[in-house]
C-alpha cells in the first residue's frame, strides 16, 4: 500500500501543453465599433459642408462675416461728389546708388473714418522681378477732410523703371483714388505724363 502511495506520490503533474488544440480559439466580433463612427464623422462632415456651400453662396450671411470682401467694400465711407475716395496730393522719389526712397501724401475725401489704409506700391526694375510691398498709412485712422502720408524705403538693385501705387484697407477694401498732384501746383496734366489712378507710376529721373 505504502509503495502504491509512493509511486503515485512521485508523478508530477504534466502542465498543459502550450500548443494543444485546446488552447486554439476562434472568435466571432461585430462590426467594429471604431469603424462605425469614422463613417458616422465622414458623413456628418459632408452634410455640414453642403449646408455651408449653400450658405456662402447665397450670400444671406454677408451681414455677419465682416471679413468677406463683399462686405468690407460696400463699407467704405461715400463721397458727396460720388468720385474716388482718396486724392494723390504729393508722390516723390528720390534715389541714390543703393536705395529708393518713395514719399506720399493722400487727402480722404470721404464723409467718414478710413481705418488703417494701406499704400501698395510695386517698384519695377531693370535686373530683378517687379517688388510689391505694402506700407502703411500714418495716421492709422484718417477722418474725413484729413491727410495722411506713407514712406517706402528699398534696397535698390539694377535700373528703377518706376513705381506703381495703389491703396487698399487693412479689412481687404480696394480704395480707389484721383490723382490731385497738379491742382496744388502750376503745372498742368499736359506738362506731365499722362497717368491712370490705379497704375500710378512715377518714372526715375535719368542720371
Given at each position: 500500500?505504502?509503495?502504491?502511495?509512493?509511486?503515485?506520490?512521485?508523478?508530477?503533474?504534466?502542465?498543459?501543453?502550450?500548443?494543444?488544440?485546446?488552447?486554439?480559439?476562434?472568435?466571432?466580433v461585430g462590426p467594429s465599433r471604431k469603424r462605425t463612427w469614422i463613417l458616422a464623422s465622414?458623413?456628418?462632415?459632408?452634410?455640414?459642408?453642403?449646408?455651408?456651400?449653400?450658405?456662402?453662396?447665397?450670400?444671406?450671411?454677408?451681414?455677419?462675416?465682416?471679413?468677406?470682401?463683399?462686405?468690407?467694400?460696400?463699407?467704405?465711407?461715400?463721397?458727396?461728389?460720388?468720385?474716388?475716395?482718396?486724392?494723390?496730393?504729393?508722390?516723390?522719389?528720390?534715389?541714390?546708388?543703393?536705395?529708393?526712397?518713395?514719399?506720399?501724401?493722400?487727402?480722404?475725401?470721404?464723409?467718414?473714418?478710413?481705418?488703417?489704409?494701406?499704400?501698395?506700391?510695386?517698384?519695377?526694375?531693370?535686373?530683378?522681378?517687379?517688388?510689391?510691398?505694402?506700407?502703411?498709412?500714418?495716421?492709422?485712422?484718417?477722418e474725413g477732410g484729413s491727410e495722411g502720408t506713407f514712406e517706402w524705403v528699398k534696397p535698390?538693385?539694377?535700373?528703377?523703371?518706376?513705381?506703381?501705387?495703389?491703396?487698399?484697407?487693412?479689412?481687404?477694401?480696394?480704395?480707389?483714388?484721383q490723382d490731385s498732384r497738379y491742382e496744388e501746383t502750376e503745372e498742368t496734366p499736359e506738362?506731365?505724363?499722362?497717368?491712370?489712378?490705379?497704375?500710378?507710376?512715377?518714372?526715375?529721373?535719368?542720371?
Open positions: 500500500m505504502e509503495n502504491e502511495n509512493r509511486n503515485a506520490n512521485d508523478v508530477a503533474p504534466q502542465p498543459p501543453s502550450e500548443t494543444g488544440p485546446e488552447d486554439f480559439r476562434v472568435q466571432m465622414v458623413v456628418i462632415a459632408a452634410v455640414l459642408f453642403l449646408v455651408g456651400s449653400v450658405i456662402s453662396s447665397s450670400g444671406v450671411m454677408d451681414a455677419w462675416l465682416p471679413w468677406t470682401q463683399e462686405y468690407a467694400q460696400r463699407n467704405v465711407p461715400t463721397v458727396p461728389d460720388g468720385g474716388e475716395p482718396l486724392a494723390l496730393l504729393e508722390f516723390s522719389q528720390d534715389r541714390d546708388e543703393e536705395t529708393i526712397t518713395v514719399t506720399g501724401r493722400v487727402l480722404n475725401r470721404t464723409q467718414g473714418r478710413l481705418e488703417d489704409l494701406i499704400a501698395t506700391l510695386t517698384l519695377i526694375t531693370s535686373l530683378e522681378l517687379p517688388v510689391e510691398e505694402d506700407v502703411p498709412v500714418t495716421p492709422e485712422s484718417l535698390l538693385t539694377g535700373e528703377a523703371g518706376g513705381v506703381k501705387l495703389k491703396f487698399k484697407l487693412a479689412n481687404g477694401a480696394i480704395i480707389q483714388h506738362e506731365a505724363a499722362e497717368e491712370t489712378p490705379e497704375e500710378l507710376t512715377e518714372e526715375a529721373p535719368a542720371e
